[in-house]
Structure formats: structure tokens, C-alpha cells
């Protein structure tokens, strides 16, 4: 297929071949997407140059989000090789470890929550005001990636979801805010996934095998099904969607109560 072919695409966020960044690179490249990615500094750009190479991937920029200069750098370097931008792909997500192990009360600190948002929320209207211009005459698509932590307590998910609480109120803003220039803005939010910033929440392993056991479709659900999800919503297919927010977690948030068969 080719949902994508022709659209130049920036994807933040690849860290590994587990991320769920590289799911979507993945997919977007199989369907005909002209990628670039980010890295965030030296040490991580030999592992996503590695990645984005065996998608075909040529372009690969520096960019730590939690800088302006930095998200403002990327998109001149990406107008000397492109003449604009299809779409923003956000995909990061960070809080201190130590914020994310026990109570909520007692883990959260105010440089933490300060963190938490401006990683994992902040940055997406940050890539949001740089994309802008470069969108102009396009009908330009931004995602993010959200987790039903925004919506409901998790055990120690804590200060990540007042963030992803925020992320996803920023996609309601944003949508309002670009639909005036014809571009779209949206999340998928995600069932958990075993990443490496998935790891840092304390007992995930945990939290994995029991939404497996809750789930309609009776198990997680993989990096490329986002992938796949995210390539839809990138696409021309989805030009009357914005502002919405994508559950794509196996129907996880559907259900208050899984099977009683067990207990009978």
C-alpha cells in the first residue's frame, strides 16, 4: 500500500527497535512515506541512523526536544533537502525514574511534575509552532502518542499521566488552533508496550500481563498495530478526523471488569 507515498514526514521520538517510534517508522516507510527522523543527542544517533537506514531512511537530524533552538534547527536543516512538511510525528514521553515508583503524593516533586510536562507535553506544541510554516499550503497532520493514564489512576504511572492529561487537552487546542490553516492534529492512545521508557515504570511487567488478560482480543497489542494506526491517521484517508484521541490498547478501555468465568 501507499497511503503515505509522496509525504514528507518528521518522526520524533526513535530510541530503538523497540520503541513504538520504530513501529511507526516501519509502517510509514512500507507505504511510501519520505521520512526523517530525530536523535536526541550523539550517543543514541549511531542506533537510530542503524534503524532508520534498514527503512530506507536518509535523513537523520539532531533535536532534544526540551530546547526550542534545537526543534527550531531541525526544521531549517529539513528545508534545505525538502520543500515542506505532510506531517509531525511526536513520539516521547519522560519523567524521572524516581517519579514514577509508589505513591502518587509521596513520588510526585514540583521539579518532576516541571519535567514531566515539558518533555512529554510542552515539546508537542513547540513542534507544533516550527511545523507551522512549513505545513503552509498543506494539509499538514501532527500526532501524538497518549496512554489511558491520562484518564485513569495507574499504579505508578503518577506524574506521566498528569502529563499525558495535558498532552491530550494540547490536541484539542492544537487542532483548533491549526484546522485554521487546514492541518489536522490528533493521538493515539496506546495499550502498554514493553519500551525502554515503558521500563521505568516500577512492576510494568505487571501492568503487561494483566491488561493481556483483560483486553477483548485477549492480548497486547505490538508496535506496528500503532504504527499501522498512526500511518492511517497520517493519511488522506483520515482528512475529516482531527482533535481526537485513538484508543489503540485491544479495547482495554472499553471493559470496567474482565472475565468472572475464572471465579465460577
Known amino acids: 500500500m501507499n497511503l503515505l507515498k509522496n509525504k514528507n514526514i518528521l518522526i520524533v521520538g ?5 520503541s513504538i517510534a520504530s513501529g511507526i517508522a516501519e509502517s510509514m516507510a512500507e507505504n511510501g512515506a519520505n521520512i526523517a527522523l530525530t536523535y536526541q543527542n550523539d550517543r543514541l544517533k549511531e542506533n537510530v541512523t542503524k534503524l ?11 533535536c532534544d526536544v526540551a530546547s526550542d533552538d534545537e526543534i527550531k534547527d531541525a526544521f531549517s536543516t529539513l528545508s ?20 514514577l515508583d509508589g505513591d502518587f503524593l509521596d513520588a ?18 513547540g513542534l507544533a509552532k516550527a511545523a507551522k510554516p512549513f505545513m ?9 502518542l ?20 495535558s498532552l491530550e487537552a494540547s490536541v484539542r487546542y492544537l487542532a483548533v488552533s491549526m484546522g485554521k490553516h487546514g492541518h489536522r492534529v490528533n493521538a493515539i492512545s496506546a495499550g502498554p508496550i514493553k519500551t525502554l521508557a515503558a521500563s521505568g515504570v516500577k512492576n ?35 482528512s475529516g478526523i482531527s482533535g481526537e484521541i485513538l484508543y489503540v490498547d485491544g479495547g482495554f478501555n ?3 471488569m474482565g472475565s468472572l468465568e475464572e471465579e465460577t
Open 254 to 256: 472499553t471493559t470496567a
Open 136 to 144: 503552509a499550503g498543506r494539509q499538514g497532520s501532527l500526532l501524538t
Open 108 to 125: 510526585t516533586s514540583r521539579e518532576g511534575f516541571s519535567i514531566a510536562h515539558d518533555i512529554s507535553s510542552y515539546s508537542f506544541i
Open 146 to 165: 497518549s496512554y489511558l493514564g491520562s484518564q485513569m489512576t495507574m499504579p505508578n504511572y503518577n506524574v506521566m499521566g498528569l502529563a499525558k492529561a
Open 80 to 99: 534545505s533537502s525538502w520543500d515542506g512538511v505532510d506531517a509531525v510525528i511526536h513520539a516521547v514521553g519522560f519523567a524521572p525514574r524516581e517519579e
Open 204 to 238: 510494568f511487567r505487571k501492568m503487561l500481563s494483566y491488561n493481556a488478560s483483560r483486553t477483548p482480543i485477549e492480548r497486547n497489542i505490538t508496535t506496528r498495530e500503532v504504527g499501522d494506526a498512526a500511518t492511517f491517521l497520517s493519511s488522506d484517508m483520515a
Open 52 to 62: 532508520g537506514e534498514s527503512w530506507g531512511v536518509d535523513t537523520f537530524i539532531p
Open 14 to 18: 526513535v530510541a530503538n527497535k523497540h
